[in-house]
């Protein structure tokens, strides 16, 4: 997908501290004004937004939260896809360029709205960063999250008739999106103290799941019985999620029509594991990932093992 580089309206230059001055941003192409529109919608106090980079746990995320919000309605949970319960921010934009109708499925959505999105920190609307609505983070080891992706892509389509190799060698070297996956994180690491914010990874969540749980309950003001806890644990297991119709991505595969699109198919709840890359990528490509993700680490002041929480698995 083309993206183009944007610059935003404002930055939250009283929230965290950062030079803005080099930070490259981008946005799908044709941007036109969508990101200003982004800027400027309203927050609402009782949002709870989910914000990741692109395969990340997102929407193992999105399922966890949607159901504490909804108290752990499953019924409903299993009867309607997840975009349409919780939608994700970009989507109608990115796939049908209308900035007419791109924002109303959000803002129609019924309080407390759970909103998904994939931009970063200072792309996120204004409001967001005053009114503090609660905002939850996930994040993945990025080798992992490329990999995913590029099978996501070639389901989709965009990826079609493209080797790993070469998606990689995109992620490293093109200007995107993609190349700041350690700066998205990064910046939004910065506000893992902050009463308002919920940061947490892919390898927590695998490793106990059960106290991410917990952990949400809290921030979202909820509780749960110890059978609803069960419940949940089972529902979110790889093995169900893999199975579950509604949290794969299905309706949104109806939206997206490119030519290639279905051609080759793989699940979206894929594998589910941490550390799978290595069953993808030869050691030269690790080596190259690992030399650029170094690089990216040590520009923004943070350790793979801080992002990832390793001293919390």
């Not at 803005?20 to 004004?33: D, T, V």
């Not at 070297?173 to 996956?181: A, C, K, N, V, W």
């Amino acid at each position: 997908m083309q993206c183009e580089q944007v610059t935003p309206k404002s930055y939250p230059v009283n929230l965290i501290d950062k030079d803005w001055s080099e930070r490259k941003l981008y946005f799908w192409s044709p941007a036109k004004s969508f990101p200003a529109m982004i800027h400027d919608m309203e927050v609402k106090e009782d949002d709870v937004w989910i914000v990741t980079n692109p395969k990340c746990g997102t929407t193992w995320m999105q399922e966890l939260a949607w159901l504490l919000l909804n108290d752990c309605d499953f019924e409903a949970a299993l009867s309607k896809d997840l975009e349409l319960r919780s939608p994700f921010l970009e989507f109608d934009f990115m796939v049908n360029s209308d900035e007419q109708t791109a924002l109303e499925r959000v803002e129609e959505l019924p309080s407390p709205r759970l909103i998904k999105s994939h931009l970063p920190l200072p792309l996120l609307p204004r409001q967001l960063w005053e009114k503090k609505a609660k905002v939850i983070y996930v994040f993945r080891n990025p080798k992992d999250a490329w990999v995913s992706g590029y099978y996501h892509g070639v389901t989709i389509g965009y990826n079609y008739g493209k080797t790993l190799e070469q998606f990689f060698d995109e992620c490293l070297e093109q200007e995107s999106d993609r190349r700041y996956i350690i700066e998205h994180a990064a910046e939004f690491y910065q506000l893992r103290n902050e009463p308002w914010f919920y940061y947490t990874s892919f390898e927590r969540m695998k490793c106990n799941l059960r106290a991410v749980v917990e952990d949400l309950c809290k921030f979202l003001d909820k509780t749960v019985t110890e059978q609803q806890m069960e419940r949940l644990l089972k529902h979110l297991s790889f093995e169900e999620m893999k199975k579950n119709p509604t949290t794969n991505h299905l309706w949104e595969s109806t939206q997206i029509k490119l030519e290639n699109g279905g051609k080759e198919v793989h699940n979206f709840v894929r594998k589910g594991k941490v550390n799978g890359y290595k069953d993808d990528l030869t050691p030269k490509q690790i080596e190259k990932a690992d030399n650029f993700i170094a690089e990216r680490l040590l520009l923004n002041q943070v350790t793979l093992e801080e992002l990832l929480l390793v001293d919390k698995l």
